[in-house]
């Protein structure tokens, strides 16, 4: 995995339902899936074609539905996990080591969405074909102080028809986005968006497997045709077609 800071290296589908999310995803997205031991835990990988795109775990614990969770490269995870607490967030798994990997703490903002901070133990290592990731919160706007003062993103606003949706964003330009949860009984949370060749096939497709379409696809000028999953787990998952 890639560590630039401020970027998001990689995506990991929490679940207990390790096999049945790999036929899922398989069937659906077209991906391949691969074992190997992680340090002592067996770890699944899914590629598309060679490329890897995301991993499968198993919760720590009973008890944690099935989730999508991301990491974000930091320059130092146990400096930024104690300026996550400082700002109101909360250390979730204190910083910890991966064996010939990296270290990472999860965390939560202030509102309740989780991620992982992560810094590997190069900067060179595969990197995730994942377009986007977007923080669906309760208030958008009172998050930003959070994300500038815990990993220095700059922030732009763009005005859309349902409100502000803000880009934070590096060096390298955009790296996520926040907007005020557009979905009513939604916990915040971090909804990473999967680059797929065919948005409505692979919709399709899901439905057929037993998964459920949380948003139908639709066009936005720019960006591409997304649309929004879920597994047959739960987990739930933005899918897009980028534009040309």
């Not at 992680?38 to 060679?50: I, K, N, Q, S, V």
């Not at 250390?91 to 990472?104: H, S, Y």
């Not at 009172?142 to 606003?157: H, I, Q, W």
Request: with cysteine; hydrophobic share 40%.
């Amino acid at each position: 995995m890639t560590t630039a800071h401020g970027t998001f290296t990689w995506f990991e589908l929490v679940t207990p339902a390790i096999d049945d999310a790999k036929t899922f995803y398989s069937e659906t997205l077209g991906w391949k899936s691969t074992s190997s031991d992680m340090g002592g835990f067996p770890y699944t990988m899914l590629t598309a074609g060679e490329a890897p795109q995301a991993g499968i775990v198993a919760p720590p614990q009973p008890g944690i539905p099935s989730h999508w969770t991301s990491y974000l490269g930091v320059d130092d995870v146990d400096a930024r996990a104690a300026t996550v607490v400082e700002h109101g967030g909360k250390v979730l798994v204190p910083p910890t080591d991966i064996p010939g990997v990296g270290r990472f703490s999860l965390v939560a903002d202030p509102q309740g969405a989780t991620f992982n901070l992560f810094k590997g133990v190069s900067d060179q290592g595969g990197s995730t074909e994942f377009h986007w990731n977007e923080l669906w919160a309760k208030d958008a706007e009172a998050l930003l102080p959070f994300y500038r003062g815990v990993l220095g993103f700059e922030v732009e606003t763009m005005q859309m028809p349902d409100g502000a949706y803000y880009i934070l964003e590096n060096a390298d330009g955009g790296q996520g986005g926040i907007m005020s949860s557009p979905m009513e009984g939604v916990p915040p949370m971090w909804l990473p968006y999967a680059t797929i060749d065919d948005c409505d096939a692979a919709v399709a497709r899901a439905e057929r497997m037993g998964g459920s379409v949380k948003s139908t696809a639709s066009t936005i000028e720019g960006i591409g045709r997304i649309a929004i999953i879920g597994d047959r787990s739960g987990a739930v998952l933005g899918l897009v077609t980028p534009a040309e």
